[in-house]
Every structure is written in structure tokens, then in C-alpha cells.
């Protein structure tokens, strides 16, 4: 059997890095990891093909040979969706399709053979044997968690790694929250089901065998979400897998603004080699975050919480949402202010939207309000519903505290706060390599000669030479990021 597995393309967002990548010479941001596993679990002597068509197109010649292609992706994929299924249709290619987009919208999509839906680990197997007996069904879906435990590793085999700027991989799946405007707990439950230690060094080796050498992003909604796991088990593993190889990898990933709280937790995870955490603070307005069931972050200092995570070594990486039924006229003022206060370089700021199934979407319904399935891409200016607040006023006043938090003044700004308050864990060590060189003065040339914030950038670029030396690295990375931010938010509005 010849399985051709595609990833669709994503659109140019905030987090594809699109324009950052160019400066070292990477195709995407990541590789595919769902469809990476699900190559992993079917059967071995099967002949198996993939095309990530974020770093290089798909041939003809490739869909004749494939008996079966396989499609993953997630919702902001839509479009480069529909252009592989009228591809396959046009050649006859049976197509099998499963991820998070399709379980949640299998029935928007047209001319597929079938949908494999929900977790793999439990709708895979059974549509495998179906096939191999040629009586395979359209549809596999199940109500039954899988047991992360049984997830093999990734076909990392099938990818030519030099592509990305990162790796990545899943340890846990659900969330212990329940936020309305969220679907991780309809996907995934809120018990946090999580691998075993051997599982996570496993795939820490499999990536360090192929000599990857940089970042590895943890994939969890939530890292945290059985903190004693990690404290006791896997955590400690990390680090003496880490310490024996010299620190091969800086990690990231997704949690909860109560890390603040637990002072051994950061100290395990920044003696891991995590460096940069994702966190959903999603508004300064205590009505608004009532309303969206943001159980962690109401009533506390958001702003010292996000600091005590800097100081502890992770640079907090910050999500924002406006368009709350309770969001006064003054919220945009208030969240461009919380970012500068905060020092939260990269805060990505979004239109609330409601993804399907989550309980947002369910009220919003009930009221009547709701207009559309969402794009995917929350800051692209699209809503699928009618909010409380005036919908021009909404967009514009949107617009403005993007445009305002990514001119290079209070962009910059914002840096220089950081890298002033940031406390680097010893524990990090920057090879320097010939990309980062290239990237450096790519960098001088097009942020520094002929780039609008140029004044700026030189700035920066003699203070951490001068006062912080050993985040100059970072300091520059910061630059190319706010270049490519400001390109996306160029867009109009739709």
C-alpha cells in the first residue's frame, strides 16, 4: 500500500513567522506532528510519503502513486485544504482525513472517502482493519480518550528536519480548565492524560540521534496540568538527560498563569532548559475574565505574575482577546498598556472568536448571535458572531492597539523592559552557528539600513552589546520578530 501523507499550508499569521524565518533561511516553523504519529502507527511494511506543503509543493507524479492520501490540519488551514481534496478528486486518490479541523467540521467538507476522526490511537486501528477487510466506513469517531502511553514515536524519518526552526513534541493531552471560548476540553478532555518519562526521553533522543540541535516546543495546551508528574517524575528526568548532553535544546511551551505561584516548578523547568512559556492572559478587565471562566487569572496581580515568570528564567510569551460582552470602551487602552507594563515582547492580540463545540459557541447560538464557523487565525480581523460593543468600534479599536503595541517605538520599548528585567538561567548555553551570522546581518541590512524603525534597532543593538551581553542574541532575535509582526498586521481589514 502507497500512503502519500500531506500537511496543508498555513496562511500567513502571527505565529508562522513567515517573514522571521526568511532571515534563517528555514521553510516553516514546525513540522507536522499529528500526521508524523499517525504515519507511525499504521502498519510497517506499508510504503510511506510525506509532503509538508509549507516547504515545498506537491506533484502530480506523487498523488498517482499514492493508493490513499492522507490529510491532517487545523481550521486556519481551510483553504490549502480544499485545493488538496479537488486535486485528489480531479486524479481519483482516495482521501483519508482526521485532525483537529476535520473532527470538529467533518460535515462542511465534501469528496472526502474517509473521516477519521477524534484521537488516532483509538479510531486508527479500527479504521485500518475495515480497510485491509475492503469494507472501510466514512466515518470513525469515538468518545473514548486515548492512552497516551501507547503512542509510538514520530516518523521523524519521513521529514528533512533542516527545514524548521523547531521541533516538537506532545507529552500531554486535555486541560484542567474549562474557559468558554477554548475547545481543547471538548477535544481532549480536562484530566490531563501525559506520556511516562521514558516516552518524553525517548523522543528527546530520537531528535538529538538526527543531530537536531535548537528548539523543541512542547505542544500541550497546558504543560502544567499535573504538576506533580512533573515535578517528581518527568521533570527531573528532563534535566539529567539535558545536563549529559550539554543542553542540546532549548525548550518551550504552553501554561497556566499559576506557574507564578509554584517557585519549585519554575526553578525545575528552567534547570530543563525551558526558556520561553506561552501564556493565556487574555484580558486586564476582571468582568471579561468572569465571563470567559478564566478560572487562574482572576483576582491576581496579572502583571506580577507575568514578572515572577521572568525573573524565574522563561520569558512569558502573552495571548490577548478583545471582544467580551464585558469589555468597556477603555480596553484597548488597558491591554496596549498591560503589554508595555508587563514587558511581554511577543503578545499576540486577537479578536474573540467561537470555535465549535466550546461553550461559547453553544451560548452564542442560543442567543442568536452567532454568524459563521471562525477562520482559525484570530487576528486576521474576522468574527463569527455579533458582539456586545459596536462592531466598527470593536475592529478599529482591535486595529489600533495592534498597530500601536508593533510600531517600532513602543515595540522596541518593550524589549529593552524585558532584556532590563529578564534573568538568563545559567543553565542556557547559545552555539553560536553560520545561520545566526547570516541572520545577523541580514538583519543589519534590512532592519538597520533600510528599515523604517532603524533608529531604533541601533539602539538596541549598541545598549545590549553594552549593558547586556549576553542576551544580545535574544536582543536581535526580538528585532527580526517585530519585522515580521509588523508585516502581518500591514493587512487590511477584512
Known sequence: MNILLVNPEYPQTFWSFRHAL??????????????????AMLPRHWRLRLVDLNVRPLNDEELQWADYVFIGGMSVQRPSVLEIVARCRSMYRPIVTGGPMFTAHHDEFEGIDHFVLNE???????????????RADRLYTSHDWADVTTTPLPRWDLIDLKHYSSMNIQYSRGCPYDCEFCDI???YGRVPRTKTKEQVLA???ALYTRSWRGNVFFVDDNFIGNRGKLKHEVLPAIIEWMERRRYPFALNTEVSINLSDDKELMRLMARAGFDTVF???????????MECRKIPNKGRDLIASVKT??????????????????????????????????GIVTAMVGLLNAPRGSKLYHRLLKEGRLLSAMSGDNTDFSMNFIPQMDRELLVKGYQTVVQTIYTPKQYYARVKKFLSEYKRPDVQRFRIQFVHVKA???????????????LYY??????????RPRLFPLAMTFAIYGHHFRKVFEQPIV
Open 440 to 454: 545577523l546581518l541580514k538583519s543589519v541590512m534590512l532592519l538597520g539600513v533600510i528599515g523604517k524603525e532603524r
Open 458 to 467: 541601533w539602539r538596541l543593538f549598541f545598549w545590549s552589546l553594552a549593558t
Open 279 to 289: 501564556v493565556g492572559i487574555e484580558s486586564p478587565n476582571e468582568e471579561s475574565l
Open 309 to 342: 515568570i521572568q525573573q524565574q528564567g522563561m520569558q512569558v510569551q502573552g495571548g490577548f482577546i478583545v471582544g467580551f460582552d464585558n469589555d468597556p470602551p477603555s480596553i484597548f487602552e488597558r491591554v496596549v498598556e498591560f503589554i508595555q507594563e508587563s
Open 120 to 134: 488516532a490511537e483509538v479510531t486508527l486501528p479500527r479504521f485500518l482493519k475495515d480497510l485491509q477487510q475492503g
Open 203 to 205: 523522543e528527546l533522543d
Open 22 to 39: 526568511k532571515f534563517i533561511a528555514k521553510k516553516a516553523s514546525y513540522p507536522p506532528l499529528g500526521l508524523l504519529t499517525v504515519a
Open 185 to 187: 476540553t471538548v477535544l
